[in-house]
C-alpha cells in the first residue's frame, strides 16, 4: 500500500477492525518512511453482477443508481445519511446472498421497496410512484391502501 503523502511503498498495519456492515476491514497503517497514519477499508471483491433491465438489456451492477433512488425519494424526510446506508448495504447484502450472476432489475426495485416500507411511508410512496410508474391517480391510491393496510 503506497502512502498517501510521500508515495512510498512501505507501509504498515498498526490495527485492524472489521466495519460493522461485516462486508469490509479497516485497517490502520503508518508510513515507515514520513511517520505519518492514514486509514484504508479493505471490501471484499464479489462475483460481477449483472442487471436485466426492463427492456432487456444488460448492466454491470452499480450501487450509486440504488443510493440515488433512495436519496430521491428521502428529500426532506428525516431520514439520516446512516440509516441510508445502512438500507442500501442490506439491499445490497440480500442481492449478493442470491448468488446469481444476473439479477432483473424489477427484484432489486422490490427489495428496495420492502426495506422502504419499514423505514418510512412517505419515502416507500415516493420511491414506489417513480419505480411502478403510476399513470393516474387511482394507481397511486391502491399503493396507499397497501401501505394503510
Known amino acids: 500500500m503506497k502512502c498517501p503523502f510521500c508515495n512510498q511503498d512501505n507501509t504498515r498495519v498498526i490495527d485492524s477492525r472489521p466495519v460493522p456492515d461485516n462486508n ?3 485497517r490502520r497503517r503508518q508510513c515507515d518512511e514520513c511517520g505519518k497514519r492514514f486509514t484504508t477499508y479493505e471490501k471484499i471483491e464479489t462475483i460481477p453482477l449483472v442487471v436485466i433491465k426492463k427492456d432487456q438489456s444488460r448492466e ?4 450509486t443508481k440504488i443510493q440515488d433512488g ?3 425519494a428521502c428529500y426532506k424526510r428525516p431520514i439520516s445519511v446512516e440509516q441510508i446506508e445502512k438500507i442500501i448495504d442490506e439491499i445490497e447484502t440480500e ?3 442470491k448468488e ?4 432483473p432489475s424489477t427484484q432489486i426495485g422490490e427489495i428496495v421497496m420492502d426495506k422502504l416500507k ?3 411511508a412517505v419515502t416507500y410512496v ?7 410508474e403510476f399513470k393516474d391517480v387511482n394507481t397511486f391510491m391502491d399503493e396507499l391502501k397497501k401501505i394503510l393496510n
Open 60 to 63: 454491470q451492477y452499480d450501487r
Open 126 to 132: 415516493r420511491f414506489a410512484s417513480v419505480y411502478r
Open 118 to 120: 419499514d423505514l418510512d
Open 95 to 97: 442481492i449478493f446472498n
Open 24 to 26: 469490509s476491514i479497516r
Open 100 to 103: 446469481d450472476r444476473e439479477i
Open 70 to 72: 433512495i436519496m430521491r
